[in-house]
């Protein structure tokens, strides 16, 4: 390969590097992502589906949270939550009736969370008023 063709070549990923949609939950750029828990979050999809988020690490980008799920739908009332979450990612285990289901997932953005199980996905939304 000529050193014309490298020059080129590296710079193509360059520029498509320079192109690529940031995941940043913030859009600011920022490395650390401070996420704000304390809500009722609605199960997209579901409206009679929610579940109350709180954390005591309330200002930091790191630490634990906890809850409790209601889907009347379902059969569950008040299970327990409890997860750990750094930056934008975010992990937690529901202890529903039927076992205990662990979820793994981000913040999207302030006020939308993506979570996966074996399950199933639950994506939690902030209400706004």
Avoid at 16 to 45: I, L, M, R, Y
Wanted: aromatic share 10%; with cysteine; net charge negative.
């Amino acid at each position: 390969m000529s050193g014309k063709n490298i020059f080129i070549t590296v710079l193509t990923i360059l520029l498509f590097a320079a192109c690529e949609q940031s995941n940043d939950p913030t859009g600011g750029g920022d490395a650390t992502f401070v996420p704000s828990f304390q809500n009722t979050w609605k199960v997209e999809g579901d409206s009679n589906h929610t579940i109350f988020l709180d954390s005591d690490d309330v200002g930091l980008n790191s630490g634990i949270f906890y809850g409790r799920e209601n889907d009347p739908d379902n059969n569950i009332s008040d299970a327990d939550l409890c997860g750990r979450f750094d930056n934008a990612a975010v992990e937690f285990n529901i202890r529903r009736p039927l076992g205990t289901v662990k979820y793994k997932g981000s913040f999207i953005n302030k006020d939308r969370i993506e979570a996966a199980s074996p399950s199933g996905q639950l994506v939690l939304v902030r209400p706004t008023f």
